[in-house]
C-alpha cells in the first residue's frame, strides 16, 4: 500500500493508521486540519497518543524532525492545544 502519510518524515504506520481513522488520509489533509487540530481528532477517537504525535505532526508538515523543533514551538504548540478556540498557526 502506498500511503502518503507515511511518506512524511516523523510518520509511521501506527501514527499514519490514527490519522486515517479520523479522516486525514494526505499530506493536504493534514495540512487544511493542521498540527493541533489532527492531534485533537486522535485523542478525540480514544487514541492514547502523546504529545510526541502532536511534535510528530508539525515536523512533518515542516519536513524537520520532531525533536529539532525548538523549546518554544513546542511551547506555542501546547498553548494552542490548551487554549479553547486558539487560532492554529501550523
Partial sequence: MN????HMKNLGKT?????HAVGIHSASDL???GA???YKAVR???FRASKVLLYA???ALLDVHWNDLPPGHKA???HQLDTPGAHNKS
Fill in 31 to 33: 495540512r487544511r486540519l
Fill in 15 to 19: 501514527s499514519a493508521q490514527w490519522l
Fill in 3 to 6: 500511503d502518503e502519510l507515511q
Fill in 36 to 38: 493541533v487540530g489532527a
Fill in 76 to 78: 506555542e504548540l501546547n
Fill in 57 to 59: 505532526i508539525e515536523g
Fill in 44 to 46: 478525540a477517537r480514544g
